[in-house]
């Protein structure tokens, strides 16, 4: 249970983690998707100042045409002035009319001229400043768009390392929840088992009641007649007054800490989520510690929020202890239980850290009331706030007395009377309803406190994340907080009913009579255990059967090892004679090979000395000499291979290549074939084995064959035996299926005539109720009319 809890825990946190992750990868696509418009809208800039470049390059162009046909026509003018000029030296004689004719010309085309060059002037400078112009507006357009493009690159980089790291996160999530599912089967498989057992163990446990019903009868009755000391006047020394061991008790209380180790584990991640999302939130909200430093009151509260591990995780720790504590073989009422002050310790410890933090959470409300975008709706929420925070800060105060009311018997005795610890637990399980009560408006006015920040127009999706997640730790503390409780409050009759107590007393158990009470436990086991030894649990048929077979198939399989590791060393001896066989024919053809070598350096000793004399009668001798020894060695290769032939023809398997030269060989050929000889005899002999070892196997495999059909037509005849029961069977059901069927028709053909008796006679009733209804309305209207008379 608390595996599957922690799993819980676990696959929560990942869920939550997952949220945030998801939550910044939105804000990060949202702004690489504005940086992709800004980008696409710059190109758009670009590509329109590209296009006035264009026109401006094209009117360029088109003035310094403009330019090159006035410079044309300035030339054209002062060529003709110069012949003017020279026609007018030429006609000065001729009179004052057409000298002053030319002046005025003349002055004409100086102002035409003047007017171009200044036009020309003011064309350049305006030309000039425009390509000035162009050409800084492209360089900042040109650092924009590289500045813009890295920006880019960069947070496409951090996309894809945040898609990447939440495809792990998935693929993790996905495979958890895959082992979770598996684990969920098995568990639930495991639970059918356990229901099964526990059908049984309940069957068991009803025989084994009424038998030990029967012997309490029979033990209470001998003690009534045997058992004549009874001493009340002094208890301490009646042994009779001596508790007995509770079993189902002890199992009872083992049952119930289980139970409450989880809601305090599930209790424990509740508050350990709710502290560190109060903390994030502190750094979000009024002021984002990322952008400017917060007050040092949030930064002193921050940092006893950070501390809370320290003061919550001992609650599941020492809890764990005492559930460790309580066994079956232990004895377990507040006396005896010491693990309870240590989680009494830890909770007080708990409670004063809430004490102390509860000062700056209602300074931390006060900011956000302060901050210069609250609403008097947001103010009128933290008052609330404020006030929850305060009762359940008192609620946690008073659980601390009473938890360390009922730690006090474990280390003190008679500090608290049997009578006052039912009114005790009666005031924790009150104390526990008003937490959940507390917690359940503190989380109320927290989800209407959200919707309202989330109407502010500064609000951020960090804190908005924050904030979802605050909300999720704060139901599951409203769900904790409600399961303990109500399991409180269920199990409140066991932990006020006394587990314990000495026959005709209401004093409480002191760990002394625990202590004699499990040695006398001890005790009657081990005399009961001397006295009736259990016996052996007697095999079932079909069992045995089954274990007869393995039996016997384990043998034969034994038998059939033996028999290969047999073989095994047999075909290994006759190897090891295969190998002494090719190694003396490895000598053989060593000493072959040096006789070879030796004929060879014989051969060119000869050739040497016959080619002392010419030069043609040496090669005639040398090839006469090499046709001899050519012709040589094939009449003793001849030779050999028809030795070689007729021995292997005469001794089997012998090869050896005699040579003519060689007689000092006879000893060497005699061992050969001694050793021949004794191969021989080596393979007969590991055959022959061999041929036995196989028909032993042989004969204990007709054995075990033969053993297996007797089994077989045994399981035959019993499965024929059960075959004749089920067919019987068979029969006897049908037989009631067309009995009882049988009977169903005829209460239906019943059922169907009585519903039509009934039929009739609701028609009958009805006609006299209209019969009755028609005399009623006739007899009225007569009583009118004689009133109108």
Known sequence: MANVTDLQTKYSKLAQEYSKLRAQN????????????????????????????????????????????????????????????????????????????????????????????????????????????????????????????????????????????????????????????????????????????????????????????????????????????????????????????????????????????????????????????????????????????????????????????????????????????????TVTVLETVVKLKSFADNFSTYTHFLQKILPYQLKSLEEECEAPLSTAALTAKNRELQSDMKRITSVFEKLQSYINLLALPSVRQDALPQSSTSAVFTQLAACLHSLHDAIKEMSKHYNQKASLEQELPTVTQKLCTTTECLLGSLGSLNSSTGKIATFFSNNLDFFTSPGYSPRGSTVALNPLQAESMLANKKKAAAYIQAVKKPRPQSVPYREALSNRRILTSSTESREGLSQQVQQSQEKIARLEQEKEHWLLEAQLGKVRLEKENQRIADLEAQLAAALGGSPDSRTAAAASTLAQSHEEDETEQRAAGKETTLCTSLVGMLCTTPSIEDVGDEESREQLIKTHYMARVGELTTQLQISDSKAVHFHSECRALAKRLAIAEKSRETLSEEVKLANQNITRLQDELATTKRSYEDQLSMMSDHLCSMNETLSKQREEIDTLKMGSKVRSTQTVIIITF
């Open 26 to 329: 939105q804000v990060l696509k949202k702004g690489v998707v504005d940086e992709q418009a800004n980008s696409a809208s710059l190109k758009d800039q670009l590509k329109q100042r590209d296009q006035s470049l264009r026109k401006q390059e094209q009117e360029m162009d088109s003035l310094s045409f403009r330019n090159q046909q006035l410079a044309k026509r300035v030339e054209l003018l002062q060529e003709e002035l110069a012949a003017s000029e020279s026609k007018g030296k030429k006609g000065k004689s001729k009179g004052d009319s057409p000298s002053q004719h030319g002046l005025q010309t003349q002055s004409v085309f100086n102002e035409d001229l003047q007017k171009k060059i200044e036009e020309n002037e003011r064309l350049h400078i305006q030309f000039y400043e425009a390509d000035e112009q162009h050409k800084r507006e492209e360089a900042e357009l040109k650092t924009r768009l590289e500045e813009l493009e890295r920006s880019s690159e960069q947070h496409q980089a951090v996309v894809d390392g945040l898609t990447t790291k939440y495809m792990e996160t998935i693929e993790r999530l996905q495979s958890d929840k895959a082992r979770l599912e598996v684990k969920a089967q098995t568990l639930e498989r495991e639970a059918k088992e356990c229901r099964m057992r526990t059908e049984e163990c309940q069957q068991q446990l009803r025989r084994c009641q009424s038998d030990l019903n029967r012997q309490v009868k029979q033990s209470s009755s001998v003690i009534q007649e045997k058992v004549p000391f009874n001493d009340t006047k002094f208890s301490d020394y009646n042994s009779l007054n001596v508790p007995p061991h509770n079993r189902r008790h002890q199992l009872k209380a083992r049952d119930v800490a289980g139970q409450a180790l989880s809601f305090i584990q599930d209790l424990v991640a509740a508050l350990l989520n709710f502290h560190s999302y109060t903390e994030q939130r502190v750094h979000i909200y009024p002021l984002d510690s990322s952008i400017e430093p917060i007050s040092p009151l949030n930064q002193k509260f921050s940092q006893y929020l950070h501390e809370n591990a320290a003061y919550v995780r001992p609650l599941e720790d020492s809890f764990l202890q005492l559930h460790q504590s309580i066994t079956e073989d």
